[in-house]
């Protein structure tokens, strides 16, 4: 007896222009259009495998090695309908050969390999591997590039659009690179969809260095904290209508143009403008901390000095709903930043750097003696060691990726390896 059987990984994306606030909660249809960093799945990434067997009494989910309950009317529900209408209308009621997956259950086992404690989102790779480990299933996806399009793939956009009923952010995941997520006017939703701006290829030196934030408090979700802000917030409206149109424009234009210092601002601005608004909700979100301020006081005071010295930007700090800073930069200038981190963030020796792009030789970064020129060493203090729990350094990636057997999860007989 065949196993249907497919495993695909999908990355991590993090916002330059934040999504916040939904007009149709069911469908996951934004307020406003938002834009994405696709970030390497060789540091950061979702696994998943999807199962379909006839012989499966109903359909199970593994998150991480633990079976979770699937809420009826919930959102993988959501997802799954949709895909199995795709399979059932592009192939099976056109070839009826074609195994009736789209009636079976399936069973679904996800893995990520970054700590769910290191909060660090991941409703984004998350949903987007669960679309697209599906859509291989379902023979639907056109991932691999040796593959020719066959007539029943679906687009990374038109999957996009199932990723959205996960969890919004996840429609940025089905592409590598610049992604824009289109807002659309549709009330059906049809037309909010995730399109690339440019591939990882077009600005491959861009690079991004996670401060994981210590910090034990459990913030206000994502969801429920946008959905506040849309209630009650004056700014968000303000926002909406004035400030991300132009801003959208205005970032498209700068990554076309590979324009660092035009990308560095709008994506600082946007963070800030962002928890202005969580700020500016009834009861009032706060979802940086004091260590997150003082990494925004670093960053800043370092490209103004640089902006004098040499005329130009180098970094930019953008913040999710939770403290960890996300640092673009491009490659030149990495290593000055962690050096630069690590003087204000000391980290304990029982937590190496793993340095993936080898930029110390072997040795550890320790944090920097000699500032740049003119750098007031008093923006922030030095932190004690453990405030900032981690380092992680990654660069712009690709889109979900299609995986051999040997990396399945689940074995012949549909249980969790
Ligand atoms: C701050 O996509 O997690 O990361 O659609 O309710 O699942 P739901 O929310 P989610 O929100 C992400 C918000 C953000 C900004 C962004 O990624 O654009």
């Known amino acids: ?113 970054f700590p769910t404690a290191a909060g660090l989102a991941s409703s984004a790779s998350g949903f987007a591997a669960l679309t697209s480990s599906i859509a291989a299933l379902y023979d639907l996806n056109n991932f691999s590039p040796s593959s020719s399009a066959k007539p029943s793939a679906a687009s990374p956009s038109e999957l996009s659009l199932v990723a959205r009923l996960g969890s919004g952010s996840a429609c940025r995941s089905l592409f590598g690179g610049f992604v824009a997520w289109e807002a659309g006017s549709l009330p059906s939703g049809t037309d909010s969809l995730a399109v690339q701006v440019a591939p990882q290829e077009h600005w491959p030196t861009l690079h991004a260095l996670i401060c994981v934030v210590n910090d ?70 706060f979802y940086m901390n004091d260590v997150s301020r003082s990494i925004i006081s670093i960053i800043e005071e370092l490209n103004r000095v640089s902006l004098l010295n040499t005329g130009h930007l180098v970094a930019a ?28 963030f000391p980290q304990a020796e029982s937590n190496p750097f793993p340095d993936p792009f080898q930029l110390f030789g072997g040795k550890q970064p320790a944090g920097t003696t000699t500032l740049p020129e003119g750098f007031n060493e008093g923006v922030a203090k030095v932190w004690e060691t453990g405030s900032v729990k981690g380092l992680i350094h990654t660069k712009i990636g690709d889109g979900p990726r299609v995986l051999g057997e040997g990396e399945a999860l689940l074995s012949s007989d549909g249980m969790p390896k």
């Open 1 to 113: 007896m065949a196993i249907y059987q497919a495993t695909t990984s999908a990355p991590v994306n993090i916002a330059c222009i934040k999504y916040w606030g939904k007009r149709d909660t069911t469908l996951i249809l934004p307020t406003n259009s938002s834009l994405s960093v696709t970030l390497s799945q060789d540091h950061l990434r979702s696994t998943t495998t999807s199962q379909a067997d006839p012989s499966f009494k109903e359909t199970r989910l593994w998150l991480n090695g633990k079976e979770e309950d699937i809420k009826s009317g919930g959102r993988l529900e959501r997802c799954l309908k949709e895909l199995k209408k795709m399979r059932k209308e592009r192939i099976e009621d056109k070839d009826h050969n074609a195994p009736k997956l789209s009636e079976w259950n399936i069973h679904v086992a996800s893995y990520n390999n």
């Open 216 to 285: 034990a408090k459990k913030g206000t979700s994502s969801t429920s904290g946008m959905q506040r802000t849309v209630e009650t917030s004056a700014l968000l409206q303000h926002r909406i209508k004035e400030v991300v149109p132009q801003r959208m424009d205005a970032i498209i234009k700068a990554i076309k143009e590979k324009d660092f210092d035009t990308f560095a601002k709008i994506t600082t601005a946007d963070s800030n403008q962002f928890h202005a608004v969580a700020l500016d909700t009834a009861p009032p979100i």
């Open 317 to 344: 700090y953008t913040f999710d709903a939770g403290p960890n800073a996300v640092i673009y930069t491009e490659e030149k200038n990495v290593k000055q930043i962690i050096e630069l981190v690590l003087r204000y």
